[in-house]
């Protein structure tokens, strides 16, 4: 079951890859912020990791930004070479990271999709350096709330996040989030534009009689054709921060 979701998710965001960049409104929203942590920060030397960088367009920022080459992985198949690029295909979920080797972990709108967030936090804090920065953005509760709870994912509360953080040996965090309501013509619509991020996996149904979607009826909750997002954008500070 759980190969076959990762599988499923994987597929999803491999057939937007191309276009993905045209209707990725909130992803881009959600990018700025975790660029605005950054700032003029100082990188200690070790290595910068973009998990779940899908086109790499922020691994090539970060290579920019900090000069020098940056981990780009992702679960879909990538192809196109950059300068300064180390793709890993590779699902973030078990990605072996060096012990304190990371300099900046890096992940905008991906890691919601880990299979056990709790576990991926610790592998991230014993391969962060302590001085480095783990910066990452995730839709949390409220996410959605226009559609029906079984067909929508679950999603983390801040709570969530910042209680898995502590326990992972995190304590120096600064964290901000923020609702946005996106407007479409009409639900189809709306429905298309999750669709067209590949974000259209559902982990953990609530309710398995509901898999049939018969009609958009069905789906929202509401008349209204809005989707809204509720995100959050954390910067952590490696364990040796004072």
């Known amino acids: 079951m759980m190969i076959d979701l990762k599988r499923q998710i994987k597929n999803n965001f491999q057939d937007v890859v191309s276009d993905y960049v045209k209707h990725a409104k909130i992803q881009k929203i959600a990018a700025n912020h975790l660029f605005n942590y950054l700032g003029n920060v100082k990188l200690p030397d070790g290595k910068i990791i973009d998990l779940g960088c899908g086109d790499m367009m922020h691994s090539l920022a970060l290579a920019d930004i900090f000069k020098r080459q940056v981990h780009a992985v992702d679960l879909i198949a990538c192809n196109n070479e950059q300068e300064n690029i180390i793709y890993h295909q590779h699902d973030f979920d078990n990605f072996k990271f060096d012990k304190q080797s990371c300099a900046l972990v890096f992940s905008n709108m991906s890691i919601q999709w880990s299979f056990c967030l709790e576990k991926l936090f610790l592998n991230i804090a014993s391969g962060l350096k302590r001085d480095g920065l783990f910066i990452f953005s995730l839709p949390i509760s409220g996410t959605f709330d226009e559609l029906h709870v079984s067909h929508r994912n679950q999603f983390y509360t801040i709570e969530n996040v910042s209680e898995y953080l502590f326990k992972a040996g995190f304590r120096k965090m600064q964290y901000h989030q923020k609702k946005y ?62």
């Open 181 to 242: 309501i996106l407007n479409f013509n009409n639900q189809l619509q709306a429905l298309h534009s999750i669709k067209k991020t590949g974000a259209h996996t559902i982990l953990k149904r609530h309710d398995e009689s509901k898999k049939g979607l018969s009609s958009i009826g069905n789906i929202f909750i509401t008349d209204k054709a809005q989707l809204s997002y509720v995100i959050a954008t954390f910067c952590v500070a490696g364990i040796g921060w004072a």
